[in-house]
């Protein structure tokens, strides 16, 4: 069972690195952005409103979390729902490869790509725009590793109330729009009115945007931070288990 589990990794793996729209909007897009966004002369300047940090400092953070929603989201919804819709999931199921090995290898492929861009996104915004390394790296990597997991819980919930493609297509967008707000791309969540941070700090991408940003100064990332964000992965993964079905 290991080794079918590991064939239909590599095999899925292959797939994915066919993808080209898959593999730009989740490992270059939050790149390019964090570039572009780094190109205005006013976000490389210190801003008073914002503690005296630059607004490009903020947007690192961010970025990072564009590839987690890009790849939990947007990428891996329409490839498992266009399994189960052409009954491949099914087929699997009278075979010794059983469809959760497929779910896995999904999960693994999109978590580490996201994962590699944002460590890309990290490395750009230092060498180009002398963006700080995380202060805190290991509450940077716990951060990031619950957001991952998060991410993908809320993507395999699309999947799970999605019987098409084209319902897995909607669903996603109406669902992606208020994550890239939570998540601070419009306007970073440090940058929100009062109320309108301690609501956004209640999401796991508003939460998990404040614990980022929090070990990337160098302190460790606030309990309550990784509270919410761990308690949403939590209750994604739940609401994906017990609506997800394989035909």
Not at 36 to 63: N, S
Request: glycine share 10%; net charge positive; charged share 10%.
């Amino acid at each position: 069972m290991t080794s079918a589990s590991t064939a239909v990794l590599r095999t899925e793996a292959r797939l994915f690195t066919r993808e080209p729209g898959s593999l730009f909007w989740v490992v270059l897009f939050p790149t390019i952005l964090t570039t572009i966004l780094g190109l205005i002369p006013a976000f490389g300047e210190a801003d008073p409103a914002i503690g005296g940090r630059r607004v490009i400092d903020l947007y690192v953070p961010v970025a990072v979390l564009l590839a987690l929603i890009m790849g939990g989201i947007q990428a891996m919804p329409p490839v498992l729902t266009g399994y189960r819709e052409r009954g491949i999931l099914r087929r699997m199921s009278a075979t010794p490869v059983r469809p959760g090995s497929l779910l896995t290898a999904q999960l693994v492929l999109h978590g580490l790509s996201a994962l590699c861009s944002a460590v890309l996104v990290i490395v750009v915004g230092r060498l180009a725009y002398g963006v700080r390394l995380p202060g805190q790296l290991a509450g940077y990597a716990l951060a990031l590793v619950i957001a991952t997991a998060s991410a993908l819980a809320l993507g395999a919930t699309v999947c799970a109330l999605s019987r098409t493609q084209k319902i897995a297509g909607a669903i996603g967008s109406a669902v992606f729009f208020p994550a890239m707000f939570t998540a601070g791309v419009w306007v970073p969540v440090q940058a929100m009115p009062e109320t309108l941070q301690r609501i956004v700090e209640f999401t796991p991408f508003g939460a998990a945007s404040m614990a980022l940003d929090e070990a990337m100064r160098g302190g460790w990332p606030g309990w309550g931070h990784l509270a919410v964000t761990a308690l949403w992965a939590v209750l994604l993964t739940g609401a994906a288990a017990r609506w997800f079905r394989w035909e």
